[in-house]
């Protein structure tokens, strides 16, 4: 392949997908492009030590040797206009032309914009970026008060670490409830309550119906019921949207994101799509998903590189999510959708507890607050396929180990039968 791999996007997904090309043996070119100007960084700690702390650096993926050092061809502030799927290239904005004989679209996704007046003030701000964390970090510096729009992950551990440099923060939440779409109504009741004890105000059921400014700068937002909430900074973060559109022009089958198939194919064999963009049939659950998580991002890049290596081998990696807001470290395994009951391990209000989701018999998966233990234990569990009966997990974590040694010892004598 003499125009070799060309990967779209230098996320953990993009950056996860040259070196596994690498590390699997394959010794075309790589070529590595970013719309941004940084070396690839993490993105978890944008929304905590990073703006909490004003000499925070960001913590690069790889170092710069590596992409030297293994012939990686990183190429910074370039914005890809357009794919020519059938002439196998990419028209670079401003002009050129990018050949490829295999393309990795890692185009992850966008934060979602809310159209509300008054949100194109100064101090109005969504968390996606380098760039975004700066500019949170730096309007952090002149506020006393801050305005969250969104109760998901992200907003949460940028309340909680703004909270904790001594900001006073109101999180507004549309719906009932903390997290809707990520954890089970037990770990966002506790959410709440934590942060709710260090000082974060927090409306459910709220939407705000405008900001409203001074001198070109955001003062307050204004919500539905008319009550005025503070604020030198309101930061957005209503969920994102996968970066859908290079792929959809081309011709590429978009449902949800950029569709793929167990190998990471999208409709045109030689593109391949990974990370919080691809949607794909997950195997756990039968249904169709997107998921966005570094671990998701990071096991389809190596499986896109081992099928660009002519590996048939199917996508089959156990998800896994984490967060840490204020002092929780919350940790899921599995997908819980569909679940109609559960296990508690562990003390809610000692803050150190994990849920076992079931559906009938099956486990589903675990949610776990401050029990690490318990979060390795289910991804060991999911992964070979055992599922203890809720009375095994009631023994706890030396019960279900030894329940998974048992389990594990038999499997080759089930195999062989």
């Keep these: ?30 070529i590595l492009v970013s ?9 978890p700690p944008l929304s905590k030590t990073f703006i909490k702390e004003q000499e925070a650096k960001p913590q690069p993926l790889r170092g710069e040797a590596f992409y030297t050092g293994s012939a990686i061809d990183y190429r910074p502030g370039i914005r890809v206009d357009r794919i020519d799927a059938g002439g196998r290239r990419l028209e670079i904005a401003g002009g ?6 295999r393309l990795i679209l890692a185009t992850g996704s966008r934060p979602r914009i809310l159209p509300l007046p008054g949100s194109e003030l100064s101090g109005v701000v969504s968390l996606r970026s380098l760039a975004d964390a700066r500019l949170i ?38 719906v009932d409830r903390l997290l809707g779409r990520a954890v089970a109504p037990v770990i966002a009741r506790h959410v709440r ?11 459910t059921g709220t939407t705000i119906a405008r900001l ?3 001198n070109g700068r955001v003062s307050a937002a204004i919500t539905a ?19 859908v559109e290079l792929a959809q022009a081309a011709g590429i089958t978009v449902a949800n994101g950029t569709r793929v198939d167990q190998q990471m194919r999208t409709s045109v064999p030689e593109i391949l799509a990974i990370g919080d963009a691809a949607s794909y049939r997950h195997w756990l659950t039968g249904s169709d998903v997107r998921l966005e998580s570094v671990q998701n991002a990071t096991d389809q890049a190596r499986l896109a590189a081992r099928t660009i290596l002519g590996h048939a081998d199917a996508f089959a990696a156990v998800p896994w999510f984490w967060s840490d807001i204020g002092d929780m470290k919350l940790q899921m395994v599995g997908l819980i959708s569909g679940g109609d009951s559960h296990v508690v391990l562990g003390d809610v209000n000692e803050n150190r507890f994990s849920i076992y989701h079931y559906a009938a018999n099956r486990l ?5 607050v401050n029990r690490p233990g318990d979060h390795m234990l289910g991804r060991k569990m999911l992964g070979v396929g055992f599922s203890p009966t809720p009375q095994t997990v009631a023994t706890g974590p030396d019960g279900l180990k030894a329940a998974l040694a048992a389990f594990q010892q038999e499997e080759p004598v089930r195999a062989a039968e």
């Design 137 to 174: 970090r730096e309007l952090s510096a002149q506020s006393e008060d801050g305005v969250i729009l969104g109760g998901g992950f992200i907003g949460l551990e940028i309340a909680a670490t703004l909270t904790a440099a001594g900001r006073k923060v109101t999180v507004v939440e549309a």
């Design 35 to 43: 719309d941004e100007n940084e070396l690839p960084y993490h993105k």
């Design 364 to 368: 589903l998966g675990i949610e776990s």
């Design 193 to 203: 309550q934590r942060l709710e004890a260090t000082g974060v105000r927090i409306l």
């Design 225 to 243: 019921s008319g009550e005025r909430l503070p604020a030198q900074m309101v930061i957005i973060g209503v969920g994102v949207v996968p970066n």
């Design 96 to 101: 050129g032309v990018l050949p490829f004989d």
């Design 212 to 214: 409203e400014g001074e």
């Design 1 to 30: 392949m003499k125009n070799g791999v060309v990967i779209v996007g230098a996320g953990h997904a993009g950056v996860q997908a040259a070196a596994s090309l690498r590390e699997d043996g394959y010794d075309g070119p790589v």
